[in-house]
């Protein structure tokens, strides 16, 4: 009996992780957008897709393109968000400004952060309640802006609160009242919607965050992992079926995977659906 009690210790860890892989379908829809940049997925699996110069294309989960928004000033961006309800946000570092759109790409709310005592803005994100989160890298400092009244609600120097060599910070987002912020040298720091420090997740991850099912996802060297934010654990789900793949969106019933050159639309895999 213990020789078999043994045995399963030594296995299981090995058939848990086998039972992680995915079985892959052949893309049901292949885009092909010139000097495509980010991705973001709706609460639909509508896709919009963002180009180097700051286009935003909107295509439904078919790849069948919708509309286009080509804003007046062109500009790379740094943040584009359609996971809302309502609203796509979209930042770029270069032009230092924001914008808002409804569900069909018309412009809601348009402004300049620097009218609002932000100097140097490198990442920024929606929240709740007309609230936009920035990292003004000026003052090393994490702040949220009230859009509607154009007024800063709060400023949180991060230099001296935050355990990290570096404060290059990738990107910034709120989901479900906890803020994450991703510095890919040094790890994934979390705050709840009033700005305090909660912990550090220790993973490296320069790339566009995915959240689905209570776990962060991103691609390694063409493996799809994820982390826990119940457990912290971190899970192995196999090699992804499209070489070079540089980043990966998770929707309802569809994922996305895209290379430098294309976008490939999956069906969502039963076992990341199965995950608990």
């Given at each position: 009996?213990?020789?078999?009690?043994?045995?399963?210790?030594i296995?299981?860890?090995?058939l848990?992780?086998?039972?992680?892989?995915?079985?892959?379908?052949?893309?049901?829809?292949?885009?092909?957008?010139?000097?495509?940049?980010?991705?973001?997925?709706?609460?639909?699996?509508?896709?919009?897709?963002?180009?180097?110069?700051?286009?935003?294309?909107?295509?439904?989960q078919?790849?069948?393109?919708?509309?286009?928004?080509?804003?007046?000033?062109?500009?790379?961006?740094q943040?584009?968000?359609?996971?809302?309800?309502?609203?796509?946000?979209?930042?770029?570092?270069?032009?230092?400004?924001?914008?808002?759109?409804?569900?069909?790409?018309?412009?809601?709310?348009?402004?300049?952060?620097?009218?609002?005592?932000?100097t140097?803005?490198?990442?920024?994100?929606?929240?709740?309640?007309?609230?936009?989160?920035?990292?003004?890298?000026?003052?090393?400092?994490?702040?949220?802006?009230?859009?509607?009244?154009?007024?800063?609600?709060?400023?949180?120097?991060?230099?001296?609160?935050?355990?990290?060599?570096?404060?290059?910070?990738?990107?910034?987002?709120?989901?479900?009242?906890?803020?994450?912020?991703?510095?890919?040298?040094?790890?994934?720091?979390?705050?709840?919607?009033?700005?305090?420090?909660?912990?550090?997740?220790?993973?490296?991850?320069?790339?566009?965050?995915?959240?689905?099912?209570?776990?962060?996802?991103?691609?390694?060297?063409?493996?799809l992992?994820?982390?826990?934010?119940?457990?912290?654990?971190?899970?192995?789900?196999?090699?992804?079926?499209?070489?070079?793949?540089?980043?990966?969106?998770?929707?309802?019933?569809?994922?996305?995977?895209q290379?430098?050159?294309?976008?490939?639309?999956?069906?969502?895999?039963?076992?990341?659906?199965?995950?608990?």
């Open positions: 009996m213990r020789k078999l009690i043994w045995l399963v210790m296995l299981l860890p090995g848990l992780n086998a039972q992680e892989k995915i079985s892959w379908t052949t893309p049901t829809a292949i885009l092909t957008i010139s000097q495509p940049d980010l991705i973001s997925l709706d609460s639909r699996d509508q896709i919009f897709v963002s180009s180097q110069t700051g286009d935003i294309f909107l295509f439904d078919k790849g069948n393109q919708l509309n286009l928004f080509s804003p007046p000033r062109q500009g790379k961006l943040q584009l968000e359609a996971a809302w309800t309502v609203n796509i946000f979209s930042f770029s570092a270069d032009l230092q400004e924001y914008r808002i759109l409804d569900r069909f790409l018309n412009p809601l709310a348009e402004n300049t952060f620097l009218l609002n005592d932000i140097l803005p490198k990442a920024a994100t929606l929240g709740n309640n007309n609230i936009i989160w920035i990292w003004d890298e000026s003052d090393l400092s994490l702040k949220s802006l009230n859009y509607l009244q154009k007024q800063i609600i709060q400023s949180q120097p991060l230099n001296l609160i935050l355990d990290s060599p570096t404060l290059n910070v990738r990107e910034i987002r709120e989901i479900k009242n906890r803020l994450y912020l991703n510095i890919p040298d040094s790890g994934i720091f979390i705050f709840d919607n009033q700005g305090n420090f909660i912990q550090k997740l220790t993973i490296q991850v320069d790339q566009k965050l995915t959240f689905y099912k209570e776990r962060i996802f991103w691609l390694e060297e063409d493996l992992k994820s982390i826990s934010l119940r457990t912290l654990e971190v899970s192995d789900h196999g090699v992804v079926p499209v070489a070079q793949a540089k980043s990966i969106q998770i929707g309802q019933e569809i994922l996305v995977i290379t430098d050159t294309a976008i490939q639309i999956f069906d969502l895999p039963q076992e990341l659906k199965n995950l608990k």
